[in-house]
């Protein structure tokens, strides 16, 4: 909240009744706060990962089984991501542009991801996919891997991330209402031609920011992906999961030496995030004048 405002006569009044020594000590302690649990974490896994200088960093991050888990789990996340959008974008135009039975189930049901522990969403899907699962046996007759392979990984990643772009445009795509489409509509637009130049247009910041939600999400997911992938080296293992075994070998550099792509991540996807979060908020403010 700002420190003044203009009150009905044009006078500039307080607005808050802290002091300015109150104030100056919670900016303090916020930044304390994440510097103790933000910064510094973040610096020493950086400090680690280069602990045996650059050779070796290089080295830990160039071995196999690292490779190979770099290369899933961005497999992983090009599945996903794309998922995730065209159901997004499908889910969110369904509940700001229409009125249905079960509008409101649709909504709860994007958000359960967000209510269930990874793990359990993994043991899940090994309860239905499994050797002795609903549908283990079938799909051992037909020679179909789910569990302890990459399509397992990627049904969970996909699950996890799954309301990260529909819950970005959900609340966008009500504000701004349909009176773009339904002009364009009168204007003889057909609907492929409206989604396209009149919708994906006015969403198009809140969309990249759900895709990079749903990004950073995927590519550090850990709970689900670890009950799922069978921790088979070079084969199903993923970045989080080869740094747990990396680092239960007490090999130490080389866990955080991939540990910090990881945080690099972590960082990139901040700077991004706050990019998008200012377009984004200047794509409501236009939402809310018209």
């Not at 044009?10 to 020594?21: L, N, S």
């Not at 961005?74 to 229409?98: S, T």
């Not at 958000?111 to 899907?125: A, M, N, R, T």
């Amino acid at each position: 909240m700002s420190d003044v405002a203009l009150a009905a006569g044009g006078a500039v009044r307080p607005v808050t009744t802290e002091t300015r020594a109150v104030r100056r000590a919670l900016v303090a302690a916020a930044v304390v706060f994440l510097a103790l649990f933000l910064v510094l974490p973040l610096a020493a896994v950086f400090a680690e990962a280069f602990r045996a200088g650059l050779a070796g960093y290089l080295a830990a991050i160039r071995e196999p089984d690292a490779l190979a888990a770099i290369r899933l789990t961005l497999l992983v996340a090009a599945i996903a991501c794309p998922a995730n959008l065209v159901f997004g974008l499908a889910a969110a135009w369904a509940v700001a542009k229409f009125e249905f039975r079960g509008k409101s189930l649709l909504v709860t049901l994007i958000d359960l991801p967000f209510s269930i522990s990874p793990v359990i969403s993994g043991l899940v899907y090994v309860l239905l996919f499994g050797a002795q699962g609903l549908l283990g046996p079938w799909l051992k007759a037909h020679g179909i891997e789910i569990i302890f392979a990459v399509p397992g990984i990627v049904l969970a990643t996909i699950f996890v991330t799954l309301p990260f772009v529909a819950r970005e445009l959900i609340p966008l795509m009500q504000e701004q209402g349909s009176g773009d489409e339904e002009a364009a509509l009168s204007l003889g637009a057909g609907g492929w031609k409206v989604f396209f130049l009149v919708t994906l247009p006015n969403v198009k910041w809140a969309l990249l920011y759900g895709v990079l939600l749903c990004n950073a999400r995927a590519m550090g997911e850990f709970g689900a992906v670890s009950v799922v992938s069978g921790h088979i080296r070079s084969l199903t293992n993923t970045m989080p999961l080869q740094v747990e075994i990396l680092y239960n070998e007490y090999n130490f550099a080389a866990a955080f030496a991939v540990a910090s792509l990881l945080a690099g991540l972590a960082l990139v996807t901040l700077v991004l995030k706050s990019v998008l979060e200012w377009r984004y908020g200047h794509a409501l403010s236009a939402a809310g004048r018209h």
